[in-house]
């Protein structure tokens, strides 16, 4: 069983899964052509 | 505390007008010539008077940002979400331009003490902010603020740039120490962003690639061992709850760009992460120790009658890091097992191994792991030198018969099962490419089967050598070899021993492995 | 034989019990590392192109950073100065190059839309755009299909290339769009 330390660590860890970073988190601001993620279909190219 | 009593007002006027000034859409200055003025500003408003102003200076600025992104963040919908966040960056990365210019421009140019001084001083600052914000707000915690401060500063202050370039690798460390400080164990509501910070291309690229001498190795080895600890909590429970399996395949994907590109760091380091790395986590393991230096070509252990003792690479020996001697603790034991070493007495060595090694009597926590480990290793490249020693190369005559194999027949005889899965595991953490230890282990391996006054024994190398080959790919060059012979070669009488044919899946499982052999 | 975890008989009980409960598989079993989305037969370094932990692909070409001369940095100068981007001014190879470069984001979709508009129609099956040839008049014509010679665009080798084709209508995406919000 996990000591109390490492629920609580577990405990905060959780809570940041919910909020995770995005990719434009770590890039720099493109002015004319940020990011915009969207669902394209699947039958598009995907990378 | 007792910040002087308009040095808030002042700080708040200044970010807004350097806000302002780098973000508006109006000004056609670039950025350096606006920072002239305004440090002239900065001297007006006596912020740069002293240490002490300054410090809280920018102490004051990290919180007044990390406030505004919060606010920001509080009110952000589905759809407006890439709206705030634009604008949270436009204010961090302002921020962000002042600290880099700040540490760029501090001092003479020649001067880089005074530059990295304050810039290891505003990490400071920042993670003290984190730390206490993390503490304060708990599950409510956000990471953005700190992990758009902390990529964009690097990148800045790894921007192709003279001035910058002359001090760089005190920049590097002293990002690594700030994140050191930030590790997991510490925030681990900043665990996500801290790994996206360490993997990083421009992170990895300057730490592993550019910066000469492998002196980043180092660094960036630390900081995985950071996270390799932080999980090994977790990862020890069989079924993972969904924040740690994100974690943990985002771990994976790390490694797998370190194998794939800088195998040689793996392999240099490879012992200081199996000794975090909890046992259960196969897989992971196996990655690491799957490592090779890419100028090396593996001969394929699937080839009839391989001659291992032929080949060139079992006489070199790989470069081991962290210095795992200085790990058998406590003195007074290094020096027993030194005496045992050099005069193969006294007999009562032995006996008393076994109480060295055990720390309480909790079953699944009963060994000092990582004592163990490094005795294994120390053990068997003293017992290297000890045959290269005599004009001799270790092979499964020359291993035998001496104090090094004894240490190692005790403690396979001595340990209970858990101790024995250990310390089997600690030998099979060295069978890894072409090369003496992998060599010497693996005729250890073989030898202390072969020797066996137990089934059991027999048993726990098997299990121990299966488990690790019963997994997804990669599998180490040097497991595969001991594997193959120990079932190939009659010596061993394999396939007599009752625990091969326990059970339908186990039989089925070595049968298929015997197919690819033969 | 060894009655605990510790040997052959607890390994066999993990591996039966991982057979009816996958979610015990990830550590012990492993998983294939080949489906993380890294390349790990490219003969080239890997991590100049790592999307990150979190990432299922490597990063578009342009969000990899590169040091350029200092010189190429106008955007201080010139960004008020840039004419408001309009799709329709562009030509075909700039729209497939934003098609190319912006998967999964809101731009491949405008770009997609053009494409349309201008007559090239994306074929489902093969992944690729096509448009007829022009002058060239189908050879067989039907209410479900058509063959004849039409242009497909190889992204590989960034060229329209005429191909004789048997067109099943029913493999054309109809006409692409987005939903009022955008």
Known sequence: PLQKEHQMQFQMMEAAYYHMPVPSDSEKIRPYLPRNPFATPSYYIQT | ?518 | ?182
């Open chain 2, 1 to 518: 505390f007792e910040d002087p009593p308009d040095l808030y007002e002042k700080t708040e006027f200044l970010l807004r007008e350097w806000v302002s000034i780098i973000n508006s859409p109006n000004n056609k200055e670039p950025p350096s010539k606006a920072f002239s003025m305004f440090v002239h500003q900065m001297n007006v408003q006596g912020i740069l008077k002293t240490d002490d102003l300054i410090t809280r200076f920018f102490r004051l600025s990290t919180s007044m940002v990390v406030e505004l992104s919060y606010r920001l963040l509080s009110e952000q919908t589905v759809t407006t979400s890439g709206q705030i966040r634009l604008k949270i960056y436009h204010t961090l990365d302002a921020y962000v331009k002042l600290i880099a210019m700040l540490v760029k421009h501090s001092g003479d140019t020649q001067n880089t003490q005074t530059k990295i001084n304050l810039l290891n001083k505003v990490l400071g600052i920042i993670a003290g902010v984190l730390l206490q914000d993390h503490e304060s707000h708990h599950s409510d915690f956000q990471q953005l603020p700190y992990h758009r401060i902390f990529i964009m500063l690097f990148l800045e202050l790894n921007s192709a740039d003279p001035v910058l370039e002359a001090f760089n690798f005190q920049i590097l460390t002293a990002f690594c120490h700030t994140l050191h400080i930030l590790r997991p164990a510490k925030s681990p509501g900043f665990a996500y962003s801290w790994l996206e910070l360490i993997s990083h291309r421009v992170f990895i690229g300057r730490l592993l690639q550019i910066t000469p001498q492998q002196k980043g190795w180092g660094l960036y080895a630390q900081l995985l061992m950071d996270l390799f600890k932080f999980l090994a909590p977790f990862l020890r429970n069989a079924e993972l709850a969904k924040p740690v399996t994100f974690m943990y395949k985002g771990t994976l994907r790390v490694l797998l760009i370190l194998l794939h590109d800088f195998p040689e760091f793996l392999c240099d380091y490879h012992y200081g992460f199996c000794d975090v790395v909890p046992p259960n986590c196969i897989q992971m393991r196996n990655l690491i120790l799957s490592a090779f230096p890419r100028n090396m070509r593996l001969p394929d252990p699937f080839t009839p009658n391989l001659k291992v003792d032929m080949l060139q690479e079992i006489a070199h020996a790989p470069r081991v890091s962290p210095n795992f001697a200085s790990m058998i603790q406590p003195l007074t034991f290094k020096k027993d097992l030194d005496s045992y070493l050099k005069a193969r007495a006294p007999v009562t060595f032995l006996s008393e191994l076994r109480s060295n090694l055990q720390v309480s009597n909790e079953p699944g926590v009963r060994y000092n792991i990582s004592l163990l480990n490094a005795l294994v290793l120390y053990v068997g490249t003293q017992a290297i030198s000890f045959i290269r020693g005599k004009g001799l190369s270790p092979n499964m005559s020359t291993i035998a018969h001496s104090a090094h194999m004894d240490i190692f027949q005790n403690l396979a005889v001595d340990l209970d099962t858990e101790g024995r899965y250990l310390f089997l595991n600690a030998i099979a953490n060295q069978l890894r490419y072409p090369n003496s230890h992998t060599h010497y282990f693996s005729c250890t391996l073989l030898y202390l089967f072969h020797e066996a006054n137990t089934e059991a024994i027999q048993e726990q190398i098997t299990r121990v050598l299966l488990e690790r080959l019963i997994v997804n790919r990669p599998h180490p060059w040097g497991l595969l070899i001991t594997f193959i012979e120990m079932i190939k070669n009659p010596t061993y009488k394999f396939w007599n021993h009752e625990f091969v044919h326990c059970a339908p899946e186990i039989e089925k499982l070595f049968e298929s492995v015997a197919r690819s052999c033969m």
């Open chain 3, 1 to 182: 034989m060894v009655k605990d975890q510790f040997g052959m008989v607890g390994l066999l009980t993990f591996i039966r019990a991982a057979e009816s409960d996958p979610n015990l598989v990830s550590l012990a079993l492993g998983q294939d590392l080949t489906a993380l989305g890294l390349n790990l037969n490219s003969p080239e370094n890997l991590f100049p192109s790592f999307g990150g932990p979190w990432a299922e692909t490597p990063c578009r070409p342009q969000d990899v950073d590169f040091h350029v001369p200092p010189e190429y940095l106008i955007n201080f100068n010139i960004r008020d100065k840039l004419a408001q981007i309009k799709l329709s001014r562009y030509k075909d190879d700039l729209l497939f190059y934003i098609f190319y470069t912006n998967p999964g984001d809101v731009l491949q979709i405008y770009a997609a839309m053009e494409l349309y508009a201008r007559e090239w129609r994306y074929h489902m099956e093969e992944k690729l755009w096509i448009t007829q040839a022009p002058g060239v008049v189908a050879t067989e014509k039907t209410s479900t299909y058509e063959r004849g010679t039409y242009y497909f665009f190889d992204p590989q080798n960034w060229r329209k290339v005429p191909k004789e084709f048997h067109l099943d209508y029913s493999k054309l995406e109809p006409r692409p769009n987005l939903p009022p919000s955008y």
